[in-house]
């Protein structure tokens, strides 16, 4: 009935990757697709293709996310639950601040009305519709 947007995004908020699913599906399996794909431009040399750190919310927390992310050298700004134990992994606040971004950016693609009612049946159609925006949001 409902759809989830993931996106991955550069600090200035643009989009550079995203993945739809349905709305019961979960965020955390999903973080090794979105970091695989994309790139982030440099000025000179080469883009990037991992982040220096990850900024996600609580849903993206659980020890497969923090391995997968420690085995590819990539700090993780992700807040703890609190039944998760903390192992000396300390969380910074600051940067955590900087998830508006994302948030910022479903915003501006939600102000085009087929993205935010979900007028299309089709996962292909509605995936095609965000490409757009997100060209859009580029230009």
Do not use: C
Request: glycine fraction near 6%.
């Amino acid at each position: 009935m409902s759809t989830k947007i993931h996106l991955r995004t550069d600090r200035r908020g643009h989009p550079l990757t995203f993945a739809v699913t349905p709305g019961h599906a979960h965020e955390a399996p999903l973080l090794p697709v979105l970091l695989e794909t994309g790139a982030v431009r440099r000025r000179h040399g080469r883009p990037r293709t991992r982040p220096a750190r990850v900024v996600g919310d609580k849903a993206y927390t659980g020890q497969q996310t923090r391995q997968y992310l420690h085995r590819r050298h990539i700090g993780a700004v992700i807040p703890r639950r609190r039944n998760e134990p903390r192992r000396g992994v300390r969380f910074d606040r600051d940067a955590y601040r900087e998830r508006n971004t994302i948030e910022r950016l479903i915003g501006r693609l939600k102000q085009h009305r087929a993205i935010a009612t979900r007028y299309d049946k089709r996962k292909e159609s509605y995936h095609a519709l965000l490409t757009i925006a997100a060209i859009l949001l580029w230009l």
